[in-house]
């Protein structure tokens, strides 16, 4: 497929998108498209951005790349009378420290230059107050979607269920779905009087209601791309809905963070996702002609995405897998103040590590790994425990052997979560390990544990040993952990209300942050993996 340079002007309705209950009452419409006309639409989506405005050190993605590579895009389809909209999977929030401490500010306003058009609620939209995710919104200038997050109060959508764009002659029906996974993954403390139902039984319900109204209908998701359907101990997402619910002709997904290459095609819907961080812009071009999308390409598209090649002498370097593309000048100059701010405050070295510490997604929520058992034996000193468990979800990066800074301690635990601690007895202690000992691999909730070993038997912990020594029926134990996982998240046992529980005010990173001053350097022998759970 050939890109070239042209622009296109987005075209949507105004106003606030109508609820659910207002488009029930409203009966199907007569098509304003024209019989045998073929009207040619562009579909551009991101998603999982997570704080990545900034391109990294090797010149990788970044926003002002982005804004190049769309707006030429743009100007290519309008020169071919075609139309777009550009969407996003949501999950903007969490994940690089110059955006994290800045409320993703840059990033939002970044979203506002490029003209997104509406993006799905992420379960990372919710790691920070609500007060935040509406000032957040204002930044950003185009509508969040969720048709499944509600007011606990009232029972209506938080945000819009769905916005309807009118694209030439059609109208576009652009619905959003978060994954009930939040319940678990967003901070419980934020989530107080928000009520998460199911994406796949308010669809049932929204999808055929929005068939009346649009000729097209766009699921925007953050629900996860499993293959064949198989979510383990995730939620249901896209394949599952689009199984389950007919009438969808194309979901924009995000979550599980999957780079799809190809649509995968289930009961004549699209699934799409653009893997992870702006690295991708994903794009599919569509003719609808007579009620129906006769014809589909689509790509992902790289955004300064390089590749290790060996030279003539033997060296590697790091080359474009495609024509580099430049950056985008008023983005940078908006960018650029954000960058240096945040620079200025992270850069400052706590400490030395003889080792990478291993914090990778695929890897730290599949087995126990050095920077796992760091992390919880830092909750646990700091707080006088036994024990200390952290779940992996909240581990997102490694720590990678060399001086450590501010700023890298702050890439593995960005959630500015409080380190808290309960004194159980043996049988509450038990209880409490049985549940996290059996958090399924490959998901956020995989413990990771300092002090205890233990035998998983039938779905029962047997066998504890406490800092080498077997458990003592009529002692007290203190397990420590991050008020998150205390609060019921990632599906661990809330413990917020026993009475022995205490939030220690210390939040995690700071934590780590002054374990590694005092403990360096690092010794990443000290911290390998011993086999805590035996299964």
């Given at each position: 497929?050939?890109?070239?340079?042209?622009?296109?002007?987005?075209?949507?309705?105004?106003?606030?998108?109508?609820?659910?209950?207002?488009?029930?009452?409203?009966?199907?419409?007569?098509?304003?498209?024209?019989?045998d006309k073929e009207y040619r639409v562009t579909i551009l989506h991101t998603n999982d951005h997570?704080?990545?405005?900034?391109?990294?050190?090797?010149?990788?993605?970044?926003?002002?790349?982005?804004?190049?590579?769309?707006?030429?895009?743009?100007?290519?389809?309008?020169?071919?009378?075609?139309?777009?909209?550009?969407?996003?999977?949501?999950?903007?929030?969490?994940?690089?420290?110059?955006?994290?401490?800045?409320?993703?500010?840059?990033?939002?306003?970044?979203?506002?230059?490029?003209?997104?058009?509406?993006?799905?609620?992420?379960?990372?939209?919710?790691?920070?107050?609500?007060?935040?995710?509406?000032?957040?919104?204002?930044?950003?200038?185009?509508?969040?979607?969720?048709?499944?997050?509600?007011?606990?109060?009232?029972?209506?959508?938080?945000?819009?269920?769905?916005?309807?764009?009118?694209?030439?002659?059609?109208?576009?029906?652009?619905?959003?779905?978060?994954?009930?996974?939040?319940?678990?993954?967003?901070?419980?403390?934020?989530?107080?009087?928000?009520?998460?139902?199911?994406?796949?039984?308010?669809?049932?319900?929204?999808?055929?209601?929005?068939?009346?109204?649009?000729?097209?209908?766009?699921?925007?998701?953050?629900?996860?791309?499993?293959?064949?359907?198989?979510?383990?101990?995730?939620?249901?997402?896209?394949?599952?809905?689009?199984?389950?619910?007919?009438?969808?002709?194309?979901?924009?997904?995000?979550?599980?963070?999957?780079?799809?290459?190809?649509?995968?095609?289930?009961?004549?819907?699209?699934?799409?996702?653009?893997?992870?961080?702006?690295?991708?812009?994903?794009?599919?071009?569509?003719?609808?002609?007579?009620?129906?999308?006769?014809?589909?390409?689509?790509?992902?598209?790289?955004?300064?995405?390089?590749?290790?090649?060996?030279?003539?002498?033997?060296?590697?370097?790091?080359?474009?897998?495609?024509?580099?593309?430049?950056?985008?000048?008023?983005?940078?100059?908006?960018?650029?103040?954000?960058?240096?701010?945040?620079?200025?405050?992270?850069?400052?070295?706590?400490?030395?590590?003889?080792?990478?510490?291993?914090?990778?997604?695929?890897?730290?929520?599949?087995?126990?790994?050095?920077?796992?058992?760091?992390?919880?034996?830092?909750?646990?000193?700091?707080?006088?425990?036994?024990?200390?468990?952290?779940?992996?979800?909240?581990?997102?990066?490694?720590?990678?052997?060399?001086?450590?800074?501010?700023?890298?301690?702050?890439?593995?635990?960005?959630?500015?979560?409080?380190?808290?601690?309960?004194?159980?007895?043996?049988?509450?202690?038990?209880?409490?390990?049985?549940?996290?000992?059996?958090?399924?691999?490959?998901?956020?909730?995989?413990?990771?544990?300092?002090?205890?070993?233990?035998?998983?038997?039938?779905?029962?912990?047997?066998?504890?040993?406490?800092?080498?020594?077997?458990?003592?029926?009529?002692?007290?134990?203190?397990?420590?952990?991050?008020?998150?996982?205390?609060?019921?998240?990632?599906?661990?046992?809330?413990?917020?209300?026993?009475?022995?529980?205490?939030?220690?005010?210390?939040?995690?990173?700071?934590?780590?942050?002054?374990?590694?001053?005092?403990?360096?350097?690092?010794?990443?022998?000290?911290?390998?993996?011993?086999?805590?759970?035996?299964?």
């Amino acid at each position: 497929m050939k890109f070239t340079k042209r622009f296109i002007t987005q075209l949507a309705i105004t106003g606030v998108a109508l609820s659910v209950t207002a488009c029930s009452m409203m009966g199907p419409q007569k098509p304003d498209w024209q019989e045998d006309k073929e009207y040619r639409v562009t579909i551009l989506h991101t998603n999982d951005h997570h704080g990545r405005f900034w391109q990294n050190g090797n010149g990788e993605y970044g926003m002002a790349a982005r804004k190049t590579l769309i707006d030429n895009i743009r100007e290519e389809v309008a020169l071919d009378d075609g139309n777009s909209l550009l969407l996003s999977g949501g999950d903007i929030n969490t994940g690089v420290p110059e955006s994290d401490l800045q409320d993703a500010e840059p990033d939002f306003r970044g979203m506002n230059m490029l003209k997104y058009d509406a993006m799905a609620l992420g379960n990372h939209e919710f790691d920070n107050p609500l007060s935040v995710l509406k000032k957040q919104q204002e930044w950003a200038g185009f509508p969040f979607l969720s048709a499944n997050i509600l007011d606990a109060k009232t029972g209506k959508p938080l945000f819009d269920a769905y916005k309807i764009f009118q694209v030439d002659d059609l109208k576009i029906a652009v619905v959003g779905f978060t994954t009930d996974d939040t319940v678990k993954l967003g901070n419980p403390e934020y989530l107080e009087g928000i009520k998460i139902e199911s994406p796949i039984t308010v669809a049932k319900k929204l999808i055929p209601e929005l068939r009346k109204k649009a000729d097209l209908v766009v699921a925007v998701t953050h629900m996860g791309h499993y293959k064949d359907g198989n979510y383990g101990g995730n939620a249901p997402g896209d394949v599952t809905l689009a199984r389950t619910v007919p009438g969808i002709d194309v979901i924009v997904g995000g979550h599980s963070q999957t780079p799809l290459f190809a649509p995968d095609e289930q009961n004549g819907t699209l699934i799409l996702q653009a893997h992870e961080w702006g690295k991708y812009v994903g794009r599919l071009d569509f003719v609808y002609k007579n009620g129906a999308i006769v014809w589909s390409q689509y790509k992902l598209i790289p955004v300064n995405l390089k590749k290790k090649v060996k030279t003539a002498d033997g060296k590697s370097e790091r080359v474009f897998i495609e024509e580099e593309i430049a950056q985008d000048p008023t983005m940078l100059e908006m960018l650029t103040p954000f960058q240096e701010k945040g620079q200025k405050e992270l850069n400052i070295e706590i400490g030395f590590s003889d080792s990478d510490f291993i914090g990778d997604r695929s890897v730290v929520r599949n087995q126990e790994t050095n920077l796992g058992n760091l992390i919880a034996h830092a909750m646990q000193k700091k707080v006088n425990a036994d024990i200390g468990i952290m779940n992996s979800g909240g581990i997102r990066d490694n720590l990678e052997k060399g001086i450590v800074t501010y700023k890298s301690v702050l890439k593995v635990q960005p959630f500015g979560n409080m380190v808290s601690y309960v004194d159980f007895t043996a049988d509450e202690l038990t209880d409490y390990l049985s549940v996290a000992a059996a958090k399924q691999a490959g998901t956020g909730a995989f413990a990771q544990f300092s002090g205890v070993a233990l035998t998983l038997k039938d779905g029962k912990a047997t066998n504890i040993m406490v800092n080498g020594k077997a458990l003592d029926a009529a002692k007290t134990y203190r397990i420590a952990m991050n008020n998150y996982t205390a609060s019921g998240g990632d599906g661990y046992p809330k413990i917020v209300d026993h009475p022995n529980y205490v939030n220690s005010g210390y939040v995690d990173a700071d934590v780590l942050v002054e374990y590694i001053r005092n403990n360096y350097p690092l010794e990443g022998a000290k911290f390998a993996p011993t086999g805590a759970v035996k299964r």
